[in-house]
C-alpha cells in the first residue's frame, strides 16, 4: 500500500473539513475520560481526537453502552467474542486504552487511518477481503454504516 495515497473515505473527510471548517470538540459527556483519552491518543500516536470522536460515535461515552444484537458493550463498544483478552469492556479504564492499542493496531496493518476506522467498525477480517478483492479503492464497497462511520469521523476531526 502507497501510504501517501488518499483513500477515498480520507478525501471525503477532507473534504468535509474544507467545507465546513468546524474544529470539533468533544462534548461535556467525555469530560470525566478526556484526561485518560488525551494520555493513550498521545501513548498510542493517534492523531488528537481521534479516539474521543470514535468513542462518541460509538457510545456517545456511555460506559454501560451495550448493543445486545452485535453484543458490542462499554464505552468502545467491544464485542468480548473477537476480543477475549478484554477482562471488562464495560469499564472506561480498561477500554479506553484497549481501544486505543487495538486502532494504533489496526493503522499499522492497514497504513490509513480511514481504513483503520472502517476496520474498527466493520471488522479485521471483513476490511482484509475487501482490500484483496479492491485494493484501497473499495470503499463504495463496504456497508453503507461502515462508510458514513468513517466519513463523519475523520469529516469532525
Request: a negative charge; zero cysteines.
Amino acid at each position: 500500500m502507497n501510504k501517501s495515497t488518499l483513500t477515498a473515505a480520507a478525501a471525503v473527510g477532507l473534504a468535509l473539513y474544507f467545507v465546513y471548517n468546524k474544529p470539533w470538540t468533544p462534548p461535556s459527556a467525555a469530560d470525566d475520560y478526556l484526561t485518560l483519552i488525551r494520555e493513550q491518543e498521545t501513548l498510542n500516536g493517534l492523531p488528537h481526537n481521534l479516539l474521543a470522536r470514535l468513542l462518541e460515535q460509538e457510545s456517545d461515552f456511555d460506559p454501560m453502552a451495550h448493543n445486545t444484537r452485535t453484543d458490542a458493550q462499554g464505552m468502545a463498544q467491544i464485542v468480548p467474542r473477537w476480543h477475549p483478552t478484554i477482562h471488562n469492556p464495560f469499564d472506561p479504564n480498561e477500554a479506553i486504552p484497549y481501544a486505543a492499542k487495538y486502532l494504533k493496531r489496526l493503522y499499522k496493518n492497514f497504513g490509513h487511518w480511514d481504513l483503520a476506522l472502517a476496520a474498527y467498525n466493520w471488522g479485521w477480517g471483513n476490511l482484509n477481503k475487501l482490500i484483496g478483492k479492491y485494493g484501497n479503492n473499495g470503499f463504495e464497497h463496504m456497508p453503507e454504516e461502515t462508510r458514513n462511520y468513517v466519513t463523519e469521523i475523520l469529516g469532525d476531526i
